[in-house]
């Protein structure tokens, strides 16, 4: 439902979209609605008690995503598993960054971020790619808090991820993967890049692919 929801608001939209995460408008009524919605006070300590954790956590990068086709206790499988829990961590200090403002999450988020940025590489695989969902979020909600070095190194690793996404052997045209499932997971991913680091390319291509694909 997610995956539909921002891609028909993307293509319908046209870009109407100021973010992919989280904005600290939504995040000042999230932070209303926790004071009389118990299960919105749940999710935000949750994701706090997350956070806090993060604090004490060093970032384990993987330098590529390996989980689609490979079975069960493939160490390959095993090893990307371990190291996205790293995203899980980015989102949370995000979230939790964007509600309490205290700048400790926004400083370790960065750390993990750039440990991403610096260390992975993609090979074009949405079904592995779709991973980096919550790392993309984080980092759109964050950024505007981040130095220009950070930005520009982040920027350049999600820049990465969409290249190698629209230039993989996946999306040959010729191939299934250029127009099942897995098409409709590549633009989702290509147009959160594109939203999250502003790169009107990226988010051209992803709306023209929608089209397409719808």
Do not use: C
Request: a neutral charge.
């Amino acid at each position: 439902m997610k995956l539909l929801v921002f891609l028909l608001g993307l293509f319908w939209g046209h870009v109407a979209l100021a973010q992919v995460g989280l904005s600290s408008e939504e995040a000042r009524q999230l932070k209303e609605l926790a004071r009389a919605n118990s299960t919105v006070r749940a999710y935000l300590d949750s994701a706090q008690a997350a956070a806090d954790a993060a604090l004490e956590d060093e970032p384990q990068p993987i330098d590529t995503l390996r989980t689609e086709g490979l079975l069960q206790g493939d160490p390959r499988k095993t090893a990307t598993r371990e190291a996205l829990r790293d995203v899980q961590k980015m989102y949370a200090l995000a979230v939790t960054y964007e509600v309490t403002h205290r700048p400790e999450y926004l400083n370790k988020a960065s750390v993990f971020l750039i440990a991403w940025a610096d260390s992975n590489f993609s090979r074009g695989d949405p079904i592995d790619d779709t991973n980096l969902e919550p790392a993309i979020e984080a980092y759109d909600m964050l950024k505007k808090g981040l130095v220009p070095g950070e930005r520009k190194r982040i920027t350049r690793w999600l820049s990465r991820v969409a290249d190698a996404e629209i230039h993989a052997r996946f999306n040959d045209p010729k191939r299934a993967t250029a127009h099942n499932n897995w098409n409709a997971h590549r633009l989702k991913i290509v147009g959160e890049i594109g939203l999250a680091i502003g790169d009107k390319t990226l988010q051209a291509y992803a709306i023209a692919g929608i089209k397409e694909h719808i």
